[in-house]
């Protein structure tokens, strides 16, 4: 399958982060620190969950039972176990019930939370999933906008940061153009015809 990558940068004076969005799988990117999926027991799971603790092995299932659970839009830390990443930080998503039980605030919640347990492990290249975009049903298209404008927003013009890079890593083509179209606004790239 072709693999689908690219890149965003901030023009002169707009102080954006740089974003890279990519198809991919997750449990391989070689970064400080991967975003998991997870469930509020984060006792594991299906989708990127699943894989994650396949490929990270036992040791990161063994830091997740003594962490007690995580609450929806909040997040937590564990090590990377065998995955090439020092963290797995492991947020929990809304479970998407037709748009008013603040879904948007808590997906919102989700992505600057694990930036903030980020920052305070000094991770300076981290790699978000789709969160809330599969099992959890949340629709794309706004999943997507949360998603990239809240990573925007929260890194904007931010001094006292150390992320230096932040990757979202989709499944499927229909994933990444999502992001695509989100990220052209925010970034303001014309469209070459
Ligand atoms: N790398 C990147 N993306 C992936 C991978 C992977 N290896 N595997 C799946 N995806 P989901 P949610 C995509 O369902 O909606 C779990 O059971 C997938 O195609 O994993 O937040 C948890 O334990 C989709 O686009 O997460 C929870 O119970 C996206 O990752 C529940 O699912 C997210 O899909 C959380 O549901």
């Known amino acids: ?38 469930n509020e027991s984060l006792l594991g799971g299906g989708g990127v969950d699943g894989a994650i603790h396949r490929a990270g092995g036992p040791q990161i299932l063994a830091e997740c039972r003594k962490l007690k659970g995580c609450p929806t839009g909040e997040a937590k830390v564990t090590s990377g176990g ?6 797995v930080i ?29 920052e305070e492990q000094k991770v300076k290249t981290i790699a978000f999933p789709f969160i809330s975009a599969g099992v959890y049903g949340y629709p794309k298209k706004e999943a997507s906008e949360i998603a990239a404008y809240t990573v925007a927003d929260f890194l904007r013009d931010k001094e006292d940061t150390s992320i230096e890079k932040v990757y979202f890593v ?13 990220l052209d606004e925010i970034y303001g790239v014309k469209e070459v015809k």
């Open 82 to 87: 065998n995955l090439k990443v020092k963290y």
């Open 1 to 38: 399958m072709k693999m689908l990558k690219k890149k965003y940068q901030s023009e002169q004076g707009k102080k954006l982060p740089e974003i890279v969005i990519m198809t991919g799988d997750i449990t391989q990117m070689d970064v400080d620190a991967i975003v998991n999926a997870a």
């Open 90 to 118: 492991h947020t929990v998503g809304p479970i998407y019930r037709g748009g008013n039980h603040n879904e948007k605030a808590l997906l919102e919640s989700a992505y600057r939370n694990s930036l903030k347990r980020g």
């Open 170 to 182: 989709l499944f499927g083509e229909d994933n990444f153009t999502f992001f695509e179209s989100v």
